[in-house]
Each structure stands twice: as structure tokens, then as C-alpha cells.
């Protein structure tokens, strides 16, 4: 059966993620030991314990179809959003010149529908998150106040989001590329960070929280000479020193503002601090450092691992994470990069990845039971040439290939390997 929520904090167990399918004996009995109870979620249960949700079709909300009645704003949203995206697909044929011919898109699943939804809907609000951050970014440079109400809100709507589909969201964020580092890595963080909140079990407004300071965290670099932000070299111990005071800028510009949330702000002052007290401003070490700074200071990482940068290449989210693997215990704690790792996956959603037969294809939704066995559209036969009639796999169900062996995931490819752009299969 699976368990989807414990009566304490998932941090406090030995348990690598939230939710769990009990499938042993010493599952169950370490379970028992740690909690008084639990709620299981039979929908995501297998084998006998498995049983269908229950629709309430009495529900008032619901209209003739069965369908929930949404808000006018909400339907004027996504009628806006669509525009949105269909301007994104008009510029995309623009600036791509490497392209897969002849491949269809597909949309039919029930998954995707969700995410497509999902997408379509939170499309705008991501859209006035980064034209929020520019205006911020202006009236720093004319030394006037940041709307940080309206970032807030915004930052809140994200979160909702991240509550009903954090795979959308996340997906977003790939969608959402510009050639602006700044505003891509804050808008990433905020993600990232509200996607880890909520997998380990904080609460909304701690969700929240780390939204914005993933959000405003950097806004102090505006304050830092681009020559030095952009050295393709190692930095020399002058520079270093003129760039770690951002952190410092930034709270002196988010403390001008009356009342401005104290938790926010004591995750921006500690998020490069360290496990191993190697970080700054202050050197905290260990347990000395918050909970959520620690998370955000993960997040930071492995966003920025991501991303190209002047100075470095973007590398893969496999990749990423195995040198945040290799920083267990000493530039982080052990327990957050187990449980950061079970929430984000190897294979996060829009990863291009080879399988055992050969095939090359798309992660297209994640299983919340077995985060490295996802679903995945097929797009490239095992001779690399185009499927033309792809198919969806769910690695959790064990298909097999033409071997007869169970379908496995051997690597996570760069982006545009092989002349694929997985975002040509969202925007559709």
C-alpha cells in the first residue's frame, strides 16, 4: 500500500522521500516505530490494496459534464495563456534551426492533459514573475522601491501551482529560457525550492517563503561589477570577496521595506552557507545553519549546475546530480541530498534520455512511486532514425524490449541530442 502522509516530519525518518510503498515486512516495522499513524492513498496502491479514487458526483461545484465550474478569471486566464504560447511557438520556429521533421506531438494521455493544463494556465503567471524582476531590477538602478507585494502575490500563485502539479511548473522553467541568467536562475531557484518544500512536508506558508527568497536571494548582484559576475576564470581572492557581498546588498534592499518577512530574509542571508562551515558570510556549520537555507543553498546549486554560463557549460540533471551525491555531509547534509535527489529525480520531466535498447526519448511525466522509472515518450528507434508513430513506456510497469529485457534508462543525453528539442513536444 502506499503511504502518503505520517503524523511527523518526513526529515525526522529514515525514510528517503515523502510517500512511500510499504512493500516488506521491515518497511512496515520500521513504520510502526517511527509513527502512530499514517494515510494511505489506495489510488496509488498496487496489487490487492489498489482501489479507484471515489468522485463525489454530487458536488455542487460540479456542472452537467462532471467537471468542476471554474471562476471566469480563471478561464480568462488560460484563454490568455494560450496566446501566450502560441506567441512562444511563433518565436521557437524563429530560433531554432535544428529540428526533428515529421514528428507528431502527443497529447492524448490523461497525464499529459494535466500538464498541458496545468502549463497552460501558470504560463502567464511565470511570464509576470520575470517581467516583475525586470522592474525590480530598474528601480534598483533608480534607486526606487521593489513591488515586493507584487512579488509576493506572484510567488503565492506559483506555489499554488506547485501544489496542484509541481511536474508543470518545473517544466516551465525549461520552457521559460532567455538569454538573461539572472531572471532564468531566479525564477529556477523559486521552483526548485517550492518543489523541495513541499515533497519534504513543510507547510504552505514555508513553501511560500522559500519561493521568495529563491526569488530575491540574488537581487543584490545588480550591485556587483558585470566584469567580475562574467569572468570566464577562477576568481582571485578580491573578486570573490566583492561578489559574496551580495549577500549583504540584498538584505540591506529588502530590509528598507517595513515589514518584510524575517524568515524570507533569514534564508537569503544564509543560503551559501555551508554543512561543512566552509560557506559565507558568517562560516555556520552543521545544524547552525536553517533548515530552509540549507535547502535553498541545495537548490542554488543545482540550478546553477543546469544552466549555461558564460564561463561554464550547463550539464545534466543525472550529472548535476551526482556531484551534489558527491557533497554528501560535507557542503550539505546527507538526509537533504537524499531527500532532494527522490524529489527531482534523475530523470526530471523534458530530460532526453537513452535506453538499454538503444531508443532515445523524452521524460514526459514522473511516477511518484519510483522516481527513476518514469514515463517516457519514445521519439528515436534504436538505429537513431525518427519513430514516426511514437509511443509512451511506463518504465514503473517493466516493458520489455525486443530482448526481452525490462526497459531501463542508461543515461540522461545533453539538451538537443541527436537534433531534439524536447520543448517541440509541450507546445503543441
Same mark, same amino acid.
Given at each position: 500500500m502506499?503511504?502518503?502522509?505520517?503524523?511527523?516530519?518526513?526529515?525526522?525518518?529514515?525514510?528517503?522521500?515523502?510517500?512511500?510503498?510499504?512493500?516488506?515486512?521491515?518497511?512496515?516495522?520500521?513504520?510502526?516505530? /517511527? +509513527?502512530?499513524?499514517?494515510?494511505? =492513498?489506495?489510488? #496509488?496502491?498496487?496489487?490487492?490494496?489498489?482501489? !479507484?479514487?471515489?468522485? %463525489?458526483?454530487?458536488?455542487?461545484r460540479r456542472g452537467a459534464d462532471g467537471a468542476l465550474r471554474q471562476h471566469p478569471d480563471i478561464i480568462?486566464?488560460?484563454?490568455?495563456?494560450?496566446?501566450?504560447?502560441?506567441?512562444?511557438?511563433?518565436?521557437?520556429?524563429?530560433?531554432?534551426?535544428?529540428?526533428?521533421?515529421?514528428?507528431?506531438?502527443?497529447?492524448?494521455?490523461?497525464?499529459?492533459?494535466?500538464?498541458?493544463?496545468?502549463?497552460? /494556465? +501558470?504560463?502567464?503567471?511565470?511570464? =509576470?514573475?520575470? #517581467?516583475?524582476?525586470?522592474?525590480?531590477?530598474? !528601480?534598483?538602478?533608480? %534607486?526606487?522601491?521593489?513591488?515586493?507585494?507584487?512579488?509576493?502575490?506572484?510567488?503565492?500563485?506559483?506555489?499554488?501551482?506547485?501544489?496542484?502539479?509541481?511536474?508543470?511548473?518545473?517544466?516551465?522553467?525549461?520552457?521559460?529560457?532567455?538569454?538573461q541568467y539572472a531572471y532564468d536562475h531566479a525564477v529556477n531557484v523559486s521552483v526548485h525550492g517550492m518543489v523541495f518544500a513541499r515533497f519534504v512536508g513543510l507547510s504552505a506558508n514555508q513553501v511560500r517563503q522559500l519561493g521568495l527568497a529563491g526569488l530575491l536571494q540574488d537581487i543584490g548582484k545588480v550591485q556587483i561589477d558585470y566584469e567580475v559576475l562574467s569572468k570566464p576564470g577562477p576568481l582571485d581572492e578580491r573578486e570573490f570577496e566583492h561578489v559574496k557581498a551580495h549577500v549583504s546588498n540584498t538584505l540591506k534592499l529588502l530590509q528598507a521595506h517595513e515589514g518584510f518577512d524575517a524568515e524570507v530574509l533569514g534564508i537569503i542571508a544564509a543560503h551559501h552557507e555551508r554543512f561543512d562551515g566552509t560557506g559565507y558570510p558568517r562560516g555556520l556549520a552543521g545544524m547552525k545553519i536553517p533548515l530552509a537555507a540549507e535547502m535553498a543553498g541545495i537548490v542554488d546549486t543545482y540550478c546553477a549546475m543546469t544552466r549555461e554560463r558564460v564561463y561554464r557549460e550547463a550539464v545534466s540533471s543525472q550529472r548535476a546530480m551526482e556531484t551534489l551525491n558527491q557533497l554528501r555531509n560535507t557542503l550539505f547534509r546527507e538526509t537533504l541530498i537524499d531527500q532532494f535527489l527522490q524529489c527531482i529525480g534523475l530523470y526530471p520531466i523534458g530530460t532526453l534520455v537513452e535506453l538499454n535498447s538503444g531508443e532515445v526519448g523524452v521524460v514526459i511525466q514522473q511516477n511518484q512511486v519510483r522516481r527513476l522509472q518514469p514515463r517516457v515518450l519514445v521519439l528515436l528507434a534504436p538505429d537513431k532514425s525518427v519513430e514516426r508513430f511514437p509511443r509512451t513506456l511506463d518504465l514503473l510497469m517493466q516493458p520489455e524490449t525486443a530482448d526481452g529485457a525490462p526497459y531501463r534508462i542508461v543515461q540522461a543525453l545533453p539538451l538537443n541530442a541527436y537534433g531534439i528539442d524536447p520543448n517541440d513536444f509541450f507546445l503543441a
Open positions: 502506499f503511504v502518503v502522509d505520517i503524523d511527523r516530519p518526513w526529515t525526522e525518518t529514515p525514510f528517503m522521500m515523502q510517500g512511500l510503498l510499504l512493500e516488506n515486512v521491515e518497511q512496515l516495522r520500521a513504520l510502526q516505530h /517511527y +509513527c502512530r499513524s499514517v494515510t494511505i =492513498d489506495r489510488s #496509488r496502491s498496487v496489487g490487492d490494496q489498489y482501489s !479507484a479514487k471515489f468522485i %463525489d458526483k454530487d458536488d455542487p480568462e486566464s488560460r484563454i490568455e495563456a494560450q496566446r501566450f504560447l502560441k506567441v512562444a511557438r511563433e518565436f521557437k520556429g524563429r530560433i531554432h534551426t535544428t529540428r526533428l521533421p515529421h514528428v507528431p506531438r502527443v497529447r492524448s494521455e490523461e497525464g499529459r492533459s494535466r500538464i498541458d493544463s496545468e502549463l497552460l /494556465y +501558470c504560463a502567464p503567471i511565470v511570464d =509576470d514573475v520575470y #517581467r516583475a524582476l525586470r522592474e525590480a531590477r530598474l !528601480a534598483i538602478d533608480d %534607486d526606487a522601491a521593489i513591488d515586493v507585494a507584487r512579488l509576493d502575490g506572484l510567488v503565492g500563485e506559483m506555489a499554488a501551482g506547485v501544489q496542484r502539479n509541481p511536474d508543470a511548473l518545473l517544466w516551465l522553467t525549461r520552457l521559460k529560457r532567455t538569454d
